[in-house]
Nanobody, 123 residues
Framework: QVQLVESGGGLVQAGGSLRLSCAAS????????MGWFRQAPGKERESVVA???????YYADSVKGRFTISRDNAKNTVYLTMNSLKPEDTALYYC?????????????????WGQGTQVTVSS
């Protein structure tokens, strides 16, 4: 079992930055791929970024060049640094732990989920 707790969300103006954190507890954090997903009102949950156990990464086209995922296995924490935020980035952001070596895995393949942290970008 893995417990995930996100933090760092908030309200920011367009063009601003935020860093989300996801602290994990329970089973070996480094054994999992870690992903960040988001869900805006009325829309389906979408994959934003992910990093596999080996460090390979996936970025959605909409966030390439603006978002960066990183993980600190010693601290059992994964981060999402978001720069140049846009109003369309507004969503509830979730972190999840999933298949170790597949950074492209869809949401249903992720085993553990946090409760989410809200990111709101004003125009």
């Amino acid at each position: 079992q893995v417990q995930l707790v996100e933090s760092g969300g908030g309200l920011v103006q367009a063009g601003g930055s935020l860093r989300l954190s996801c602290a994990a507890s329970g089973r070996t954090f480094s054994s999992y791929a870690m992903g960040w997903f988001r869900q805006a009102p009325g829309k389906e949950r979408e994959s934003v970024v992910a990093t596999s156990r080996s460090g390979t990464t996936y970025y959605a086209d909409s966030v390439k060049g603006r978002f960066t995922i990183s993980r600190d296995n010693a601290k059992n924490t994964v981060y999402l640094t978001m720069n140049s935020l846009k109003p369309e980035d507004t969503a509830l952001y979730y972190c999840a732990a999933g298949p170790a070596y597949n950074e492209y895995a869809p949401a249903y393949q992720y085993d553990y989920w946090g409760q989410g942290t809200q990111v709101t970008v004003s125009s």
